[in-house]
């Protein structure tokens, strides 16, 4: 291996030591076998299939008699947290959750111990803190493992140090904060930072759904894509835009394609024109968001706009053979293709298939996609019940169904975790659907759960309930999690 430096102005070649070479191979392969534990997204990867083939320790056998531990938060999480194994925080290595309240505190607990190792105040949290001025956004770590992103109520995204929570960058991506919330998942991918925005509940304009792109070593705000006035670049002051809502808010946010970086998002109801105007659509955008590339909506436009029916209740979910498809409030799941709906010019209709929703309900919750040998399986879960399909043949074929209420699906380790936000934690067989046994939880909203590296968490609680206490659960393989101060254990 060879390196370069300068020499009198001149580029110069030379040998790198064989034990330096040796040192960085190795710890290149610390750091890959460290983040093959990691889950350090909504979804697990960009493509948020919720999907992990990386190993539990948890199984049928031993999932049934874990004890929960309940970490008091300060703040509730209604959302979903990360993990990154092995990090270094304050100077040793801890296996770490990751999770933001809804008035914008980071907060940093140790997987082991229940301990909070770390917590991000924003500066002027006391500002909005006890308001409707909220979000439910959930952090991503950055690939080098030692910083994440984490968004704030005030339009906010920053950069914090893994090791102490200090704050590296802090970037704003909306000109109203109080009209335009980060309602999704934050992403990262290629160098870059992805965040979203919607509005707040009652649908109380001016706003405007954007994506924005940031760099993610300086901040800088590189781009916005505006789904409405999409003509118009940046961040835009909400009432200088005729056109108003279309917010931004499924639960994984940007859905990124690992091959080409493109950008799949889907907007609320809102202006639709087919120009400049993108409300209750699925959009493809390119890697850097300065282009349209594909677009969607139902030739039921207007009628879903009427009846606050968005199609954008949930972000798109990746399929095999170049399909994506839809959910939406109206009770369904559209199956696209991405090559018929390519092209900046307006695309209405023409599903390949419409699906009910498992419960015939609003999809406010975002569906797993879970390969399995040469089957592809979807599950999806509303407030009214929990289905599977398989994609085969160019086609959604249904599986199994119930009548349990969920959250967004997650399928770890073979087994199906789905939340019921009227309390308890479901595991299913995923083929089957054959309940596995029930985890003993409290009530939620749009909390959803991660399994990885022989533990399981889920945030509890009710952003529109924010008197009540916020509680991370926490379920380990093995020795009990040592209860912290002011923490709850309860044996199965």
Known sequence: MTAFKMSGGILVRRALPTLFLGAILATSVAMAQDSSKDWPQFGFDVSSSSSSTAPTGINAANVTSLARVQVPLD?????????????????????????????????????????????????????????RQITNSIPVADPDRKHIYAAAPDGTVQKLAITDGSVVWTTSVTLLPEREKIDSALKVFRG?????????????????????????????????WNSLCSDRSGLLDPTSCSGQRSAIWGRPGAV???????????????????KTNWADATIELNPDATEMIGNYTPENNAELDARDADVG????????????????????????????????????????QVVQTPGSGRLLSEPAVWHHGSEEWIFAADGNGTSAWTFEGGKLVAKWNNSTPGTSPVVAGGLLFIYNPKGGLNVYDPASGKLTTTLETGTGHWNSPIAIDGGIALPEGNANQPNNPGVLDIWRVGAPLASPSGAKSTAR
Do not use: C
């Open 256 to 274: 990124i394609d690992p091959a080409t970086g493109n950008l799949f998002v889907a907007t609320g109801n809102g202006t639709y024109d087919g």
């Open 192 to 224: 870059r930072v992805i965040a979203v925005t919607g509005g707040y509940i009652g649908d109380r304009p001016p706003y405007q759904g954007h994506v924005a792109i940031l760099d993610a070593a300086s901040g800088k705000l590189l781009h916005v």
């Open 75 to 131: 703040g509730i999480v209604d959302s979903s947290v990360i993990y990154l194994h092995s990090v270094t925080v304050k100077g040793a290595a801890h296996d770490v959750f990751f999770a933001t309240t809804t008035y914008g505190k980071t907060i940093a607990i140790d997987a082991s111990q229940g301990t909070i190792l770390w917590e991000f105040t924003p500066a002027k949290i006391d500002t909005w803190s006890g308001t």
């Open 313 to 352: 209740s949930t972000s798109p979910f990746l399929l095999g053979d170049g399909m994506i498809a839809q959910g939406g409030k109206d009770g369904t799941i559209r199956l696209l293709s991405v090559k018929a709906i390519a092209g900046a010019s307006p695309h209405a209709g023409n599903e390949l």
